[in-house]
């Protein structure tokens, strides 16, 4: 229900061969290219590509089906490829017979002019000089298209221009004020009588009643549900889509609220108000690559919604790794589209093997040039909560992949405070401020994400008062500025240390290596503190993975 379109028309050119294919029964699983739409009871037309009003009669009658019936349909273009795979490839060595026909047949061009010159319509010199001035618009990089219809009105039609030039250090205000803190939180506490909750789900949903109330500090749930309230409430749609998200995969969200009595669910973001925008929580297919794209497409058309998708771990993004290379990085550079979509990405290293513990962050910061995405961790709860709305706020429209947590969202130490959703911002860099001495650090520590917490832990076990630990919480656009500052706040450190849970070869490290030594210069020394190159992002046996995670944050801090 959350992916329809209310039809599509599919447009197959069917070349009759695929690419190089010399068995055309190879290509595919059925003995034509669209018996797959059988499977839906989806009209198929074929009509012959060198009759263009054949063409032209049969797009019309898909269209008014589609529009008449809200149902997909299927245009078979029969056609064939007069060149190669490219101009320079030779296809007659797969297929002799077939191009020994094709380099006989006259060009479609050619047959419907004698088509029309037989029918009087035109005489040949006119054909002669329609080709002629076609050619000449080319030579001069003209448009060679007429509007299909002149004035035509577009509903859906957006105007992005002021999304353009937009900068991502753009200063937006994100907090919240407590009189609508407490206005929301008793809108989405105000359930129906009769819905029978889960008594795990009741006790979140009453200690976030004591959030509110300032009783107790506030989790990753609470922050999460009030950012996607407060957008709401002021006018923006949130989209959110994945395997599990409305529940969420570590029983964190409870978006959806499921009767345990009755076959019913009740979604408390979709009750805030008679004038709040439209909230949607889809729990999805198992297809990363189909959802993925969907929301690509989604997040082009309206850059006034929060679009979200979420991995149910992050290392399962890789089965939707052509939409992230083809479109969500490049498609600005390609296609001059822009897009906000969010990426939710479980992230972190708590030893459970090799398939659920990377987001792999490296491949997106490979990815990062010319300001096309944003990478971020944040490690609390309230800067999620700004992270979210300045996605929104600011009028800079970029993708937004967020390592998102798992453990640490029963962590009592990765918790915040009502006043840090009341004043502050996102901080793409967060200092260590809870030193005696900055002058007495002689070691900075620079990390991203939950291992933050094992830094402190040890360092504070440790007694290590000489080292200071710096939270990397955007790694990309990279805020050199605001880093340098930070690092400057310690005026006789000598020591840098990158300290990371991912392997050598993995993580941020070797992305952004290059951008600490330019920052750094011959000032400070600069090493890393992690686990080994390894071709599995994690072990497979938690006693081992206790022992690197260990070894890591004890040649960090000591």
Not at 47 to 56: G, H, K
Not at 260 to 273: E, F, K, V
Not at 547 to 555: R, W
Request: aromatic fraction near 8%; glycine fraction near 6%; hydrophobic fraction near 40%.
């Amino acid at each position: 229900s959350g992916f329809g379109t209310g039809g599509t028309v599919h447009i197959v050119i069917n070349n009759q061969i695929g690419f190089t294919t010399s068995n055309p029964l190879d290509a595919r699983s059925t003995l034509y290219c669209t018996d797959v739409a059988k499977m839906i009871q989806a009209p198929i037309f074929h009509v012959n590509a060198d009759d263009p009003e054949a063409v032209i009669f049969v797009t019309r009658l898909a269209l008014d089906y589609r529009m008449t019936f809200n149902r997909d349909v299927v245009i078979d273009l029969v056609c064939y490829r007069r060149q190669g795979h490219n101009e320079a490839d030779e296809p007659s060595v797969t297929q002799p017979q077939m191009y020994q026909c094709i380099n006989q047949l006259p060009t479609t061009r050619a047959i419907y002019a004698a088509r029309l010159i037989k029918a009087s319509v035109i005489n040949e010199r006119t054909a002669d000089q329609m080709m002629q001035n076609y050619r000449s618009i080319l030579a001069d990089g003209s448009v060679v298209s007429r509007p299909v219809v002149e004035g035509l009105t577009n509903q859906y039609a957006v105007n992005w221009a002021p999304y353009h030039d937009a900068q991502w250090n753009e200063v937006v205000d994100t907090t919240i004020d407590q009189k609508t803190i407490t206005r929301l939180s008793a809108q989405l506490l105000d359930l129906p009588a009769d819905l029978t909750l889960h008594d795990r789900v009741k006790k979140i949903l009453e200690r976030r009643q004591k959030m509110t109330l300032g009783e107790i500090p506030i989790d990753w749930g609470y922050a999460e549900t009030m950012a996607y309230a407060n957008l709401l409430t002021t006018g923006y749609p949130v989209r959110l889509t994945g395997q599990d998200s409305g529940r969420g995969t570590f029983f964190h969200r409870h978006a959806v609220l499921h009767d345990q009595t009755q076959d019913r669910n009740y979604t408390p973001l979709q009750h805030l108000s008679a004038h709040q925008a439209n909230f949607l929580v889809v729990d999805s297919l198992l297809s990363e690559e189909a959802v993925l794209g969907f929301e690509y497409g989604y997040a082009t058309a309206d850059p006034s919604a929060l679009v979200l998708w979420e991995a149910q771990f992050g290392d399962f993004a890789n089965g939707a790794q052509v939409v992230i290379d083809q479109f969500i990085a490049s498609g600005e550079s390609k296609w001059g589209r822009l897009c906000s979509l969010v990426m939710l990405l479980p992230h972190g290293f708590e030893g459970q093997g090799p398939e659920h513990s990377s987001a792999r962050l490296e491949r997106y910061l490979q990815l990062c040039a010319e300001h096309n995405i944003q990478v971020c961790v944040p490690t609390t709860p309230a800067q999620m909560f700004h992270l979210l709305l300045r996605q929104m706020l600011r009028s800079f429209r970029k993708p937004l992949v967020v390592m998102t947590c798992k453990s640490m969202l029963r962590n009592k130490a990765a918790t915040s405070s009502l006043n840090d959703l009341t004043s502050g911002s996102f901080e793409p860099v967060i200092s260590d401020k809870s030193l005696p001495d900055n002058d007495a650090v002689h070691r900075i520590v620079v990390c991203s994400g939950k291992v933050y917490y094992d830094l402190i832990e040890t360092r504070r076990e440790l007694q290590r008062d000489d080292t200071a630990i710096i939270r990397l919480e955007q790694i990309y656009p990279f805020p050199r500025a605001l880093l340098a500052r930070a690092i400057e706040s310690f005026p006789n450190a000598t020591e840098l240390v990158w300290c990371q849970e991912e392997p050598h070869n993995q993580g941020a490290w070797d992305q952004i290596k290059h951008r600490f030594r330019t920052l750094l210069g011959d000032h400070m020394k600069m090493r890393y503190a992690g686990r080994a190159s390894s071709a599995a992002p994690a072990v497979g046996n938690l006693r081992v993975h206790r022992q690197q995670q260990q070894d890591l944050i004890n040649d960090a801090i000591e």
